[in-house]
């Protein structure tokens, strides 16, 4: 395979069992990313990651673009040296975070001007090229296009807004992008309004259609954004599956931002290949665990004596060397190790669902999987 080869190796309905090829290593879809916003994930060692058999870790350019800083990264060799990690890796482009720093933001036409009041209180000034030259400089092998997010609720004027400044930044982020080893993904914006969401589509595929016919390059794949961001999940699902659809099927989708076991399963049904999401470590830290019953809280006294496995039915460490006792002991009395068996399990119990998922959508056989799952104590994990 060459570089950002989307090869689908079975489809059953939408769902879709695929291999992609980076410069660090190909991998397989449906997956779940686990997210390491600073260059760690919170709790978890580079050997750990490997042990879960994680494929793509994710960092974000807003936060290493203010700490340690792009220079820093750049002089270890990239991300990938700095942090001595040897797989694929994501660069999300910064754009949630600054939707998140809203009251300190300010989008133009040009680029977004931002105040980083969650470091140091310093003024920034991003075009999407500087973004592109921050995201080559890092290094990652797939890099996200500079977006516009906004919340839910919203007014239709203000999603319409962002959503024309979402596509008109991936065509400055297409032309920009020169490093031939980073692939670049698209973003689909447009709220909860369909409409809006198939504009977005078509506008990313004139964009690359012109981009192509100049000589230049097209988007490596695509990520779904804007969702996950005030709204229940079941308006999601409800331009979801059509949005996926109107996808190029020869390129990866990536819901972005979503990471319950439900939404996932579902969202795979729909045709989406790749997820991340913070969730699974920051439930973990808070003493919530995902499992075959359904979401657990540990801190729950009837925990105090029972000497089962966290989840009988999971093979990860933590499952099978400790009890549920042990770890809310450890949950209760607030130690570090509680946090980091959690965060542990939590994203084993992710990454091996969308395995399943794969082996499922391989054997022809993902309405059956997503039924049972829907039918399941594990279903209910929210």
């Known amino acids: 395979m060459a570089l950002f080869d989307y090869e689908i190796q079975a489809q059953s309905g939408a769902a ?16 779940f990313m686990p997210v390491g916003t600073h260059a760690t994930v919170k ?42 990690y040897d797989g694929p890796m994501l660069t999300d482009s910064g754009g949630f975070q600054l939707f ?3 009251h300190m933001m300010k989008p133009g036409d040009d680029g977004v001007r931002f105040r980083a009041d969650d470091y140091d209180g310093s003024k920034h000034f991003w075009t999407p090229e500087i973004n592109m030259e921050i995201q080559e400089r890092i290094g990652a092998d797939i890099v996200m296009q500079l977006d516009q997010c906004v919340g839910y609720p919203a007014e239709r004027a203000d999603v319409e807004a962002s959503t024309k400044l979402s596509w008109e930044w991936a065509e400055r982020c297409l032309a920009a992008h020169k490093r031939p080893d980073q692939a670049l993904f698209g973003i689909v914006q447009g709220g909860m309004h369909l409409d809006l ?3 977005s589509v078509r506008r990313l595929l004139d964009i690359e259609e012109r981009s192509v016919a100049a000589g230049g390059r097209r988007f490596d794949g695509f990520g779904i954004g804007g969702y ?3 709204e229940d999940h079941e308006v999601m699902f409800q331009t979801l ?21 439900t939404t996932l399963v579902r969202a795979v049904g729909v045709g989406v290949d790749m997820f991340d999401c913070v969730l699974p470590t920051r439930t973990g830290r808070m003493g919530t665990a995902f499992s075959s019953q359904g979401r657990m809280n540990m801190r729950n006294a009837k925990y105090t004596h029972d000497f089962g496995p966290l989840d009988p039915q999971c093979t990860c460490a933590t499952c099978t060397q400790h009890t549920r006792a042990y770890i809310r002991h450890l949950v209760k009395q607030d130690e570090m190790l509680g946090s980091i068996l959690l ?18 959508a391989l054997a022809g056989a993902y309405d059956e999987f997503l039924a049972d799952w829907m039918a399941s104590p594990a279903a209910k994990d929210y």
């Open 197 to 199: 969401r198939l504009e």
């Open 43 to 84: 709790g978890v060692t580079i050997g750990g990651l490997h042990e879960l058999g994680a494929q793509v870790v994710l960092a974000n350019t807003y936060h290493l673009y203010m700490r340690p800083g792009v220079d820093v990264v750049e002089e270890a060799g990239g991300v990938h040296r700095f942090m001595a």
């Open 100 to 102: 998140s720093l809203a």
């Open 241 to 261: 599956g059509d949005v996926c659809a109107a996808l190029p099927a020869d390129r990866p989708r990536y819901l972005m931002g979503v990471g319950n076991p």
């Open 343 to 360: 965060s542990m399990h939590n994203l084993h119990f992710l990454i091996d669902l969308m395995r399943r998922a794969r082996a499922a």
């Open 16 to 31: 879709r069992a695929a291999r992609y090829e980076t410069a660090h290593g190909d991998f397989t879809t449906p997956m």
């Open 228 to 230: 996950s961001v005030g």
